[in-house]
């Protein structure tokens, strides 16, 4: 009796050949395409030094530049918002809170989009005066987003926030009569 071992197989079984240039090829290709898509990512970004993640403009002229970007800013709120151009005192009114929220975040969001100043102790100036319309429009967003009873105090300490902001923009020269 014979063993299978012992008889001749018709079919050799060998290992399937090794495709290695092909596969070098194929990695090759792909990491050149894969250089070549981030080169030009880089180049279309313009080369700005900031991320693209903050969105604010890069700094630019000076702070006549920033307080004239301001008032369009102002003047552009005031007509979108009309709430914000009825004067401080219609801000302390309950009833009013989400349309001055609105209009409050409305005019930080304008000013953020004013490039700020070159020069650095301009930029400080102009970077302070938008801190506290951060302040402002985050006061305003935490009295509309509670549940609980909103005070007097809260909405005036809110309202406070955003006069101040005003007045700050005003004192670099902004003209920001339009908002009340």
């Known amino acids: 009796m014979k063993l299978l071992e012992d008889v001749p197989s018709a079919v050799a079984h060998r290992p399937p050949p090794r495709r ?3 596969t070098l090829g194929l990695a090759a290709a792909f990491l050149l395409v894969a250089a070549v898509v981030g080169v ?3 180049a279309s970004s313009g080369g700005s030094g900031g991320s693209a993640a903050d969105g ?10 920033w307080a004239a970007g301001v008032t369009d800013a102002c003047t552009t709120v005031a007509a979108e918002q009309p709430i914000m151009a009825q004067g401080p005192e219609v801000r302390l009114d309950v009833a009013n809170l989400a349309a001055v ?15 700020l100043p070159a020069d650095e ?3 400080a100036q102009a970077s302070a005066a ?6 402002a429009a985050q006061a305003w967003t935490a009295l509309t987003d509670s549940s609980a009873e909103t005070s007097a105090e809260q909405v005036a300490q809110a309202a ?9 923009m005003t004192q670099l020269g902004a003209n920001c009569a339009p908002i009340g």
């Open 101 to 115: 929220q609105t209009g409050t975040s409305a005019l930080v969001a304008a000013v953020h989009d004013v490039p």
């Open 40 to 42: 030009v990512l880089v």
């Open 20 to 22: 290695t240039k092909l």
């Open 130 to 135: 938008v801190a506290v319309g951060d302040q």
């Open 160 to 168: 406070e926030l955003t006069a101040g902001f005003v007045e700050g």
């Open 56 to 65: 604010e403009p890069r700094p630019s002229g000076t702070i006549a530049d």
């Open 121 to 123: 102790a301009e930029q």
